[in-house]
């Protein structure tokens, strides 16, 4: 069964550091997402991405990061300079038609 | 502002025990309402979509159905490996399609055997 991949399982970094996060989406599916959950909090959206631009996202997802699919199947979130704050679990989602999300396994972000 | 509450916050229930979870919704237009189930440290995991009032989803052991107002995931004779925190989402109509899915916090369920 296809499913969304994502690398680095756990990536640990320092403040201020770029850091960036790896997702691979089903393969016939043309929306793509970045949630992150911080500990013990909701899954919050961070932004979603379509046609090869966004096409929404939310306050959290400010000048400090961005997106790019660099190819056919790789969709990246980068983080300029990271803050304690951006210490979280990171998920990136995948739709064929921009309703049912399937999600990958997460990117554990730990920022020191 | 849409908003998502999910009860109860923890569930404790022997196997075998049946019960419900609730999902209750404030939305701007409702397009759709998901339920997910999530394993500690992984990503959500699909479970159901319903898209009106009336509709009602089976998955094995779940049954999923929804009102105008909320949700109900109803679990029947739950085994130890249905423990999981179950997640509900929904997302507004909006121009453009490419709608976020907004969380409710979810409920914590624990099968003992």
Request: charged share 25%; net charge negative; hydrophobic share 30%.
């Amino acid at each position: 069964e296809p499913e969304v991949t994502q690398t680095p399982s756990h990536q640990v970094t320092q403040m201020g550091q770029e850091v960036i996060l790896r997702c691979v989406p089903i393969s016939n599916h043309l929306y793509f997402y970045w949630y992150r959950q911080i500990l013990g909090q909701k899954v919050e959206f961070l932004v979603s991405f379509y046609n090869n631009e966004i096409s929404e996202k939310s306050e959290i997802f400010d000048d400090q990061f961005s997106v790019e699919r660099p190819d056919g199947s790789n969709f990246t979130l980068k983080i300029r300079s990271t803050k304690l704050e951006d210490s979280a679990m990171y998920f990136c989602a995948s739709s064929s038609t921009g309703d049912e999300q399937y999600f990958g396994p997460g990117t554990r972000l730990t920022v020191t | 502002e849409d908003q998502v509450t999910q009860s109860p916050e923890a569930l404790r229930l022997q196997e075998g025990e049946s019960s419900s979870l609730n999902c209750s919704y404030t939305v701007s237009g409702l397009r759709g309402l998901f339920w997910y189930r999530q394993d500690p440290g992984k990503g959500p995991e699909f479970l159901f979509t319903l898209y009106s009032a009336g509709e009602e989803k089976e998955k094995e052991r779940l049954k999923a159905t929804l009102t105008k107002k909320e949700s109900f995931l109803h679990i029947t004779a739950p085994k130890p490996e249905d423990s999981a925190t179950y997640l509900c989402a929904v997302q507004a109509f909006s121009t453009g399609g490419y709608n976020k899915l907004i969380f409710g916090a979810g409920t914590r369920l624990a099968v003992h055997p």
